[in-house]
């Protein structure tokens, strides 16, 4: 049987979640395909077909399928499943939307937050605020599974050849309607893609801190800026910036922790990370337990020392 990866896109271009979501697709065994299901998304097509270890894309095209709406989404991912023994989805917003209702309407059990695969029917995924490692096997015939994409390396975008397949678009279900999207404009990369994140907590204080004090530090090392939640709680830093079990998931190659002592909720979301460099004054925060560099100083005096050696 086949693997088939739900795409995540724009209806031009793939989204980098789905290139670890490949990853993780190769080792389930079979051939995988991937599921590109937009309007006028044959770009976002094209650029599937070249990702390495794709054999097959299969392109479904309607307005309904413009925006992602996940009761459309289930519905064309059911109207396919029938040819895999796996379907698997990137744990980002879109796909824990869509997952779920796939596989209730299987009925079938949900693997979420796969880090592991290790067999086609036995996964690893972490429990307890990624304080114990399950393994979870699965004897459902059918495997729908969400992939945490910090835990697989990306899929090389370029190098694979596969045939692109129009397949017939289902119809608008007309449960749900795209209203509209406030999109905010980044200056800097976007935080669950960036490969450096400078993250602040609440002993920076406030908000003008906070700016004051990591935005130079970002600047210089092109940086995304991220937050434990007690600094985005204490209103120092936006939603959107929040690290964590309740906030985003990352694993950059340097993750620069300042102020942040280090709650299991805040280590859940940052412990992947491939460096770890924190600063704190409290040497016996529990986030030097996970950091590969600590340095026990005062953020306010330290950071500006760094930025001005960099």
């Known amino acids: 049987m086949s693997v088939l990866v739900i795409a995540e896109h724009d ?26 299901a937009g309007a006028n998304a044959s770009a976002a097509a ?10 097959k894309v299969l392109h479904a095209d309607s307005p309904a399928l413009a925006h992602g709406l996940a009761e459309n989404m289930a519905s064309q991912v059911l109207a396919l499943a029938g040819g895999y023994s796996h379907l698997l989805f990137a744990a980002t917003a879109g796909g824990k939307n869509v997952a779920p209702r796939v596989a209730a309407l299987l009925d079938v059990a949900q693997i979420s937050d796969a880090t592991k695969v290790v067999s086609p029917d036995t996964f690893e995924r972490p429990i307890y605020a990624g304080n114990a490692i399950a393994t979870v096997q699965c004897t459902d015939g059918v495997k729908v599974i969400t992939v945490r994409t910090t835990g697989f390396d990306a899929a090389a975008v370029t190098g694979g050849a596969a045939a692109v397949e129009a397949v017939a678009a289902v119809a608008d279900a007309g449960t749900s309607s795209f209203v509209g999207s ?4 980044l200056e800097r990369p976007e935080l669950t893609s960036a490969k450096i994140i400078v993250s602040g907590g609440r002993a920076l204080g406030s908000s003008e801190k906070f700016s004051e004090v990591l935005t130079p530090l970002a600047d210089k090392l092109g940086a995304a800026l991220g937050a434990s939640r ?7 830093a936006p939603n959107d910036w929040q690290v964590g079990q309740t906030g985003k998931i990352v694993a950059p190659s340097l993750y620069v922790a300042c102020g942040i002592s280090g709650a299991i909720q805040h280590l859940a979301g940052m412990k992947d990370s491939k460096v770890i460099v924190a600063i704190n004054k409290d040497a016996e925060a529990p986030i030097f337990s996970v950091a590969d560099y600590g340095l026990e100083a005062d953020l306010f005096a330290a950071v500006p020392e760094l930025v001005s050696s960099l």
Not at 46 to 55: H, L, R
Not at 182 to 185: L, S, V
């Open 11 to 36: 209806n031009v271009s793939i989204k980098a979640a789905t290139l670890n979501t490949v990853t993780a697709a190769l080792q389930c065994g079979g051939e995988v395909h991937v599921l590109v």
């Open 46 to 55: 094209q650029q599937a077909a070249q990702i390495a270890g794709v054999a």
């Open 182 to 185: 406030e999109i905010a404009k």
């Open 230 to 236: 007690a600094a985005v709680d204490a209103g120092y």
